[in-house]
């Protein structure tokens, strides 16, 4: 069966820097994306962004351009999400979700059918 | 700021039928497929309906979705109390800076 299990929880200070992991299994890891969003306390979901599995493109949410990073390493079907500069609302739930994209005749069809368990990253001083 | 509206909240009695609404534009609701969100508390995201109106396997068919324009709905009927969760539309947004975007979210109480 599908699963994104991610790393643990992290506590770290204004600046620094954090990086969560995604170890997927049960599905060819490059046939599909994986996307990163995040959720601050009590708050709705944000889009992070996107990597393609298969050839590393990326496509990053405006406000996180140039602070977050989006890798994988095929050769142990895990993704990776690195965020700089952290500020303390960052402090959020991160998940990765994998991405479904098929094209048809109407546009691509896109949505997210497995998700991780979630990285609680705390920033604090 | 969310770029797609839904109510922050709805109520029904168990049995009954809900509707959450979730509005957009023609960047992303009027040109792309719509899915949903269920997220019970302390629990990450599950995918309850893709691509407009499609149920993934084990998803009950109480649960439907509808798409007309720029807007969407997400359909529950029959409300269990296991059904009180906070519930996102999603879809992607063809704008200038292609991405994906999710409603504020709609909590559902089942009184």
């Known amino acids: 069966q599908v699963q994104l299990v991610q790393s643990g929880a992290e506590v770290k200070k204004p600046g620094a820097s954090v990086k969560v992991s995604c170890k997927a299994s049960?599905?060819?890891?490059?046939?599909?994306?994986i996307s990163w969003v995040r959720q601050a306390p009590g708050q709705g979901l944000e889009w992070m962004g996107w990597?393609?599995?298969?050839?590393?493109?990326?496509n990053y949410a405006q406000k996180l351009q140039g602070r977050v990073t989006m890798t994988t390493d095929t050769s142990t079907s895990t993704a990776y999400m690195e965020l700089r500069s952290l500020r303390s609302d960052d402090t959020a739930v991160y998940y990765c979700?994998?991405?479904?994209?098929?094209?048809?005749?109407?546009?691509?069809?896109?949505?997210?059918?497995?998700w991780g368990q979630g990285t609680l990253v705390t920033v604090s001083s | 700021q969310s770029v797609l509206t839904q109510p922050p909240s709805v109520s029904a009695a168990p049995g009954q039928k809900v509707t959450i609404s979730c509005s957009g534009s023609?960047?992303?609701?009027?040109?792309?497929?719509v899915s949903w969100y269920q997220q019970l508390p302390g629990t990450a995201p599950k995918l309850l309906i893709y691509d407009n109106n499609k149920r993934p396997s084990g998803i009950p068919d109480r649960f439907s979705g509808s798409k007309s324009g720029t807007s969407a709905t997400l359909g529950i009927t029959g409300l269990q109390t296991g059904d009180e969760a906070d519930y996102y539309c999603?879809?992607?947004?063809?704008?200038?800076?292609?991405?994906?975007?999710f409603g504020g979210g709609t909590k559902l109480t089942v009184l």
């Open positions: 049960g599905y060819t890891f490059t046939s599909y994306g």
């Open positions: 999603g879809t992607w947004d063809s704008s200038l800076s292609a991405h994906w975007v």
């Open positions: 023609s960047s992303n609701i009027g040109n792309n497929y």
């Open positions: 979700a994998r991405l479904v994209e098929v094209g048809t005749v109407a546009g691509n069809s896109r949505s997210y059918d497995y």
């Open positions: 990597i393609s599995a298969y050839n590393g493109n990326t």
